[in-house]
């Protein structure tokens, strides 16, 4: 057998500094690379075989562990947060941060994380940009009611986003003057072109082959809409690298974080280590959904009476994520279990 070469990659924007090293921890060699493509095929052409790598997960990570992929016999990526040896170091540069990354590597200490397939990836990129589109018409939203604010104008509420009524407005009100007139309509026009995006981003996902099947199954379950089983598919994956409910929940941050120390006892109560995106969408489905299910509504109220709204909150947001796993795992729809009692003869 010909022997293994490990090497650690210390991946930016313009650069990627490089450590290869054999089994015995010899440095075989060890410099920078620009990171394009180009350079990466006349650098790959250097390297011994066969050959093995790892790089710390970062924006720039995806499109490199693609591009590399097809010509190692192994690449892992690191998660950021675990690389203690890294963040402890007295002496920090990227070239030391790829000599240890190579080590973790070679000593199988690298804590590797999950990383979805570039079909998924690309599939995920259109949800977070989804994403952003929303936050950008929220914006908007709230810059119109600014705007009116500022110069006086009285409005309803509840009824300001809506097309006849913000027409009405602008029309009949005359504390609005020419100049708020224009900037309220461009904030308007911002509006409607981000709503139609977003509705046609989220049409091409919900129509996809890779999902579809996958998401009218997942939304069987009570409460659970396209965004919630669109952002469940695409950041987890592959359900089966969750063992249990509880490591899904700690993904989706669902859960405190603790830290102890001798008698002192630390908790917060979510934690700051989990996918944002997933986090969000699940607790804004657990609000709605009592409404929707008896059960969560049950679980809801009893958790309530324990502590507050944010508990019972939580508590409803973690039984999504149990119900997904079901759903998910079982590749089945979702159905209700009633428990029967049977009275003794």
Not at 183 to 207: D, F, I, K, M
Not at 291 to 320: C, F, H, I, M, W
Request: charged share 25%; proline share 4%.
């Amino acid at each position: 057998m010909q022997p293994m070469y490990y090497i650690g990659l210390d991946v930016h924007k313009r650069t990627i500094s490089y450590c290869v090293k054999d089994v015995s921890g010899t440095v075989h060699s060890e410099g920078t690379v620009p990171a394009t493509r180009f350079h990466l095929d006349r650098w790959m052409k250097t390297l011994p075989q066969p050959w093995t790598a790892a790089m710390e997960a970062t924006v720039f990570t995806g499109w490199i562990y693609d591009y590399l992929r097809p010509h190692a016999a192994g690449l892992k990526v690191a998660h950021p947060l675990m690389l203690r040896a890294i963040a402890a170091a007295k002496k920090k540069n990227d070239r030391i941060d790829a000599s240890k990354i190579c080590d973790c590597l070679r000593c199988d200490f690298l804590p590797e994380c999950y990383m979805a397939p570039t079909a998924l990836r690309d599939r995920r990129r259109t949800l977070r940009y989804r994403n952003l589109l929303v936050r950008q018409m929220v914006q908007m939203k709230n810059k119109i009611a600014v705007l009116l604010m500022e110069a006086g104008v009285s409005y309803n509420k509840q009824r300001l986003h809506k097309a006849g009524y913000f027409r009405e407005l602008l029309a009949t009100n005359p504390d609005i003057n020419e100049g708020l007139c224009s900037l309220l309509r461009v904030c308007r026009e911002t509006v409607v072109r981000l709503q139609r995006t977003e509705s046609a981003l989220v049409r091409s996902l919900e129509r996809d082959s890779l999902l579809k099947e996958r998401l009218e199954r997942l939304m069987t379950i009570p409460a659970v809409g396209p965004i919630t089983a669109l952002t469940w598919a695409l950041e987890v994956g592959d359900v089966e690298r969750f063992s249990s409910i509880k490591k899904a929940i700690s993904y989706c941050g669902l859960c405190g974080a603790e830290k102890s120390s001798a008698n002192s006892v630390q908790r917060t109560p979510i934690s700051k280590q989990r996918n944002k995106h997933l986090q969000t969408t699940l607790i804004e489905a657990a609000k709605m959904a009592p409404r929707y299910s008896p059960q969560l509504a049950l679980l809801y109220d009893q958790e309530k009476r324990k502590g507050n709204a944010n508990r019972a909150t939580l508590a409803v947001a973690r039984k999504l994520v149990a119900y997904l796993m079901a759903v998910d795992r079982g590749q089945h729809n979702f159905q209700v279990t009633e428990a029967r009692h049977c009275a003794a003869a």
